[in-house]
């Protein structure tokens, strides 16, 4: 069974910074494309960003509202995603949710539970 | 950056109704267009995704009451039937650069 599961939310003031992790099991972790995609309160869908999958896993999109300030890592030996947030607004409060991509896409199949990330003084 | 804009915001639809949400991009995505399903206080999910062959793939165990349709920049989904269970809110994303999602249907039944 695929699982995705987060953690590492919680309240951060304006300007700090968060990291947070998606522990992925239940498939072959390097064969996909993994994503950010967050949620604000009352809110759509907005895509973060995301990593390519085996071989051109030094793929890395991002948002442009979060370009330069956000940075997705993955390490295949821990099955793990990772969000680092630096530099962070209140605009950036939201649920993040860490999903797959069928293969080598962005159509995502599988999605974590999330996880709620504050920024609030 | 393709812009998805998605019609119409909200719905009010009957058991039994014919429920049409359209998305249109900016540009040209050749069929990489996604539908997903998602409940209050829940993680979407994945209904269906078309594909460069043309094809709308509804992913397995999706009611066959849901399709998709469209080609250029105009994609649909349709629920041919609408049933209880189907409230929620309805998203579609395009896959074909980096992806961008539509802002949302509200589908509430009668």
């Known amino acids: 069974e695929v699982q995705l599961v987060e953690s590492g939310g919680g309240l951060v003031q304006p300007g700090g910074s968060l990291r947070l992790s998606c522990a992925a099991s239940?498939?072959?972790?390097?064969?996909?494309?993994m994503g950010w995609v967050r949620q604000a309160p009352g809110k759509g869908l907005e895509w973060v960003g995301h990593?390519?999958?085996?071989?051109?896993?030094?793929?890395?999109e991002y948002v442009a509202s979060v370009r330069g300030r956000f940075t997705i890592s993955r390490d295949h030996s821990e099955n793990s995603l990772y969000l680092q947030m630096n530099s962070l607004k209140s605009e950036d409060t939201a649920v993040y949710y860490c999903?797959?991509?069928?293969?080598?896409?962005?159509?995502?199949?599988?999605w974590g539970q999330g996880t709620l990330v504050t920024v609030s003084s | 950056d393709i812009q998805m804009t998605q019609s119409p915001s909200s719905l009010s639809a009957s058991v039994g109704d014919r429920v049409t949400i359209t998305c249109r991009a900016s540009?040209?995505?050749?069929?990489?267009v996604v539908w997903y399903q998602q409940k209050p206080g829940k993680a979407p999910n994945l209904l269906l995704h078309?594909?460069?062959?043309?094809?709308?793939n509804l992913e397995s165990g999706v009611p066959s009451r849901f399709s998709g349709s469209g080609s250029g920049t105009d994609y649909t989904l349709t629920i041919s039937s609408l049933q209880p269970e189907d409230y929620g809110t309805y998203y579609c994303?395009?896959?074909?650069?980096?992806?961008?999602f539509g802002q949302g249907t509200k589908v509430e039944i009668k």
């Open positions: 990593s390519g999958n085996k071989g051109i896993s030094y793929i890395k």
């Open positions: 239940g498939f072959i972790f390097s064969d996909h494309f």
């Open positions: 540009q040209g995505i050749y069929n990489a």
């Open positions: 999903t797959r991509g069928l293969g080598g896409t962005s159509v995502y199949d599988s």
């Open positions: 994303q395009h896959y074909y650069s980096a992806p961008g």
């Open positions: 078309g594909a460069l062959s043309g094809a709308f």
